[in-house]
């Protein structure tokens, strides 16, 4: 049984910047202990902190909404006191192309939406960002309520205009969340 050293401190900032770290702690992990943490891949939870910074305002939208400055990333409070993630124009992200966050074909992505009033979203992967850029686009209708719609989505769920289905994640570079209505965004993970 194979195991690896981390070593963690903490560091706090006062708004005076005065600052104060803790002292340095080795733990060993197992291996076995590490591949666990590792049997989800998180794209976004409010219980991780700085996920967030990994998020941009959507670049285009298919719900004819006009992007403007005003459409910053921000963390919003939702049902059961818990954070999420939001934008008024909708979110991107780029994360999936790191392999550590790269979904095996077998995935399932999860996410958590709260939404204010009942709205259309849709989740896109998109491949050949930067070139071509072919979409595969889900969208469902959104209940509003003190609650947190929970939504699971398989590679068959995501579809191009022309009705094909995404036949693997290999080649997705980023994801898209555009909604008609703000909404906040959590728990966004492959299992």
């Given at each position: 049984m194979e195991s690896e050293r981390v070593f963690f401190y903490a560091k706090c900032v006062y708004t005076d910047d005065f600052q104060i770290c803790s002292n340095v702690i080795c733990k060993t992990f197992n291996v076995e202990d590490i591949e666990q943490t590792q049997k989800f891949k998180i794209v976004y939870s409010s219980r991780l902190q700085d996920l967030d910074s990994s998020f941009s305002q959507s670049i285009e939208s298919d719900?004819?909404?006009?992007?403007?400055?005003?459409?910053?990333?921000?963390?919003?409070?939702?049902?059961?006191?818990?954070?999420?993630?939001?934008?008024?124009?909708?979110?991107?992200?780029?994360?999936?192309?790191?392999?550590?966050?790269?979904?095996?074909?077998?995935?399932?992505?999860?996410?958590?939406?709260?939404?204010?009033?009942?709205?259309e979203i849709s989740i896109k992967l998109i491949s050949d960002y930067f070139d071509k850029k072919e979409s595969y686009k889900y969208t469902t209708k959104l209940v509003a309520g003190d609650f947190w719609n929970n939504i699971k989505l398989s590679i068959s769920d995501f579809k191009r205009e022309d009705g094909m289905p995404l036949k693997t994640f290999s080649n997705i570079q980023a994801i898209e969340f555009i909604s008609e209505n703000q909404c906040i965004f959590n728990n966004i993970l492959w299992v």
């Open positions: 719900l004819g909404i006009e992007l403007t400055d005003e459409g910053k990333v921000e963390v919003k409070r939702g049902p059961m006191d818990m954070y999420g993630i939001c934008s008024m124009k909708g979110l991107n992200t780029f994360k999936i192309c790191a392999k550590r966050y790269m979904p095996e074909d077998e995935r399932i992505l999860m996410l958590d939406v709260f939404a204010k009033e009942d709205c």
